[in-house]
């Protein structure tokens, strides 16, 4: 089965930077889509960024652009989210998710989710 596991999440101040790290197991990583989403206390989860199988487009949310960059390395199964200048709304638990698409948008339905990792960027 798949499995998706997030690390590198926690505690930062208001312009700080994180970089999550999710690795894939279970299939070829290579042949699908991977994606960013986030859920904010009392908020429902919303799309972050996504990337095509081969790294050739990325997608992300427009109150991230400029901030945040999806990546992955398909030798080693991951995808990573570097987000830089962090903002106190930034605040949330992120999860990675993988489609069965080799390219995915915004409202593309991910297959499979990890557990999620929390972000907390105080003021």
């Known amino acids: 089965q798949v499995q998706l596991v997030e690390s590198g999440g926690g505690l930062v101040q208001a312009g700080g930077s994180l970089r999550l790290s999710c690795a894939a197991s279970?299939?070829?990583?290579?042949?699908?889509?991977m994606g960013w989403f986030r859920q904010a206390p009392g908020k429902e989860r919303e799309f972050v960024a996504a990337i095509t199988y081969n790294s050739g487009n990325t997608v992300y949310t427009d109150s991230v652009k400029g901030r945040f960059t999806i990546s992955r390395d398909n030798a080693k199964n991951t995808v990573y989210l570097q987000m830089n200048s962090l903002k106190p709304e930034d605040t949330a638990v992120y999860s990675c998710?993988?489609?069965?698409?080799?390219?995915?948008?915004?409202?593309?339905?991910?297959?499979?989710w990890g557990q999620g990792t929390q972000v907390t960027v105080s003021s």
């Open positions: 998710a993988q489609y069965s698409t080799t390219v995915a948008a915004r409202s593309t339905r991910p297959t499979y």
């Open positions: 279970g299939r070829t990583f290579s042949n699908y889509a």
